[in-house]
């Protein structure tokens, strides 16, 4: 069963850094794209930055700049690298590969 666990959500202050971690398990990922998404209530999930097996990224316009991914192929976890993080970076991340969702996290930049 496959399964994707995120964690290092939380509070913090604006213009302050949190890295968000997603451990895969139930099957190999080394070969598949993974990706952050995020979520407001009310409003549809966007992407927010993905990473192909060899280590292509790509980045919404919002966090370019300000945000990293990158993967750990040995460990069957990516990560999400947050900086100089905004108010408006509120809401939950959601990790995904091939067909598989975490459950979220929650982000709160707020002073």
């Known amino acids: 069963q496959v399964r994707l666990v995120e964690s290092g959500g939380g509070l913090v202050q604006p213009g302050g850094s949190l890295r968000l971690s997603c451990a895969a398990s139930?099957?190999?990922?080394?070969?598949?794209?993974m990706a952050w998404y995020r979520q407001a209530p009310g409003k549809q999930r966007d992407l927010v930055a993905s990473?192909?097996?060899?280590?292509?990224?790509n980045y919404a316009d919002s966090v370019k700049g300000r945000f990293t991914i990158s993967r750990d192929n040995a460990k069957n976890t990516f990560y999400l690298q947050m900086s100089n993080l905004k108010e408006e970076d509120t809401v939950v991340y959601s990790c995904?590969?091939?067909?598989?969702w975490g459950q979220g996290t929650q982000v709160t930049v707020s002073s």
């Open positions: 995904k590969t091939c067909l598989y």
């Open positions: 139930g099957g190999i990922f080394s070969l598949a794209p």
């Open positions: 990473i192909t097996s060899s280590g292509i990224t």
